[in-house]
């Protein structure tokens, strides 16, 4: 049973930055193309940033150049740090196996973004 477990998340003004972390138990995650993923409220969970097992990032167009994707595969965890934060980045944000259509493991508990002044 893979776990998953983000942290990392909080209150930051606009403009400011957050880095989360996402801890994925059991080793398949060393050949998992991972994903950041975030819901606001009444809205759908949306893919906002992927890396493969060989560090390949992709991002949506929303947080390119703002979000930036990695991991460290000897840890089993994945980070996203974000920057110049908006506050239309307000949302919880989890991870889980990317593209958007790739079969999915159990959603984690999520981490609260709130970007406001």
């Known amino acids: 049973q893979v776990q998953l477990v983000e942290s990392g998340g909080g209150l930051v003004q606009p403009g400011g930055s957050l880095r989360l972390s996402c801890v ?3 080793s398949i995650f060393n050949f998992i193309t ?3 993923y975030r819901q ?3 809205k759908q969970r949306d ?3 992927s890396i493969t097992y060989g560090g390949t ?3 949506a167009d929303s947080v390119k150049g703002r979000f930036t994707i990695s991991r460290d595969n000897a840890k089993n965890t994945m ?3 974000m920057n110049s934060l908006k506050p239309e980045d307000t949302a ?3 991870c889980n196996r990317a593209p958007a259509l790739a ?3 159990d959603w984690g508990q999520g981490t609260q973004v709130t970007v406001s002044s």
């Open 24 to 26: 994925v138990s059991g």
């Open 40 to 42: 606001a409220p009444g």
């Open 57 to 59: 990032t992709n991002y």
């Open 103 to 105: 079969p999915k493991w």
């Open 92 to 94: 919880v944000y989890y």
């Open 79 to 81: 980070y996203l740090q």
């Open 34 to 36: 991972m994903g950041w």
């Open 47 to 49: 893919l906002v940033a």
